[in-house]
């Protein structure tokens, strides 16, 4: 995905973090952290700013596409890995070679509707959607741009 705006999706929990939760945030913008999958850690480091966000409820009843962010800043290191009070403390990362980043993320826009994944499953255009691949549990995932275009398409509101 060289060159040009990049698209992604974004996995959080409603109940631990919500798109409400980012939009009452000052500035609207948050470090995504917490990430602790290598792939996913991978694509948060080519994100760059600009680049247009999915936020997905995961373990949502039903899990749903329910807005738009936008990344702010790109990838640095994410303190939550070298705290041991913290869920997401690493012992193994060290500060002079950290293995987990954040890239900060500032609300955009949440869809009147959510869009659930049976609504996203019934769209032909969506077919090869990483999201909707069967065993795709990544956290952090790329977008293909006609995939946005169609998500958020649905998102205002006019399905075709």
């Known amino acids: 995905m060289a060159g040009g705006r990049q698209y992604w999706l974004m996995k959080s929990e409603p109940d631990v973090f919500s798109i409400d939760d980012l939009a009452r945030l000052p500035n609207r913008t948050t470090s995504w952290d917490g990430v602790r999958n290598y ?20 373990n949502a009843n039903p899990p749903s596409v329910v807005g738009i962010a936008e990344v702010v800043k790109t990838a640095y290191p994410d303190a939550t890995q070298f705290n041991p009070q913290d869920p997401h403390y690493d012992p193994g990362s060290r500060p002079e070679q950290p293995r987990w980043d954040v890239v900060d993320v500032r609300f955009v826009h949440k869809f009147e ?22 065993g795709s549990r990544l956290s952090v995932q790329p977008v293909r741009a006609t995939e946005w275009d169609q998500v958020t398409r649905l998102g205002r509101g006019r399905a075709h």
């Open 39 to 58: 792939q996913a850690r991978n694509f948060m480091r080519a994100m760059q700013p600009g680049d247009q966000v999915l936020f997905y409820h995961s």
């Open 113 to 134: 509707t959510p869009l659930s994944l049976d609504v996203l499953r019934g769209q032909p255009r969506l077919k090869g959607m990483e999201l909707l691949r069967k």
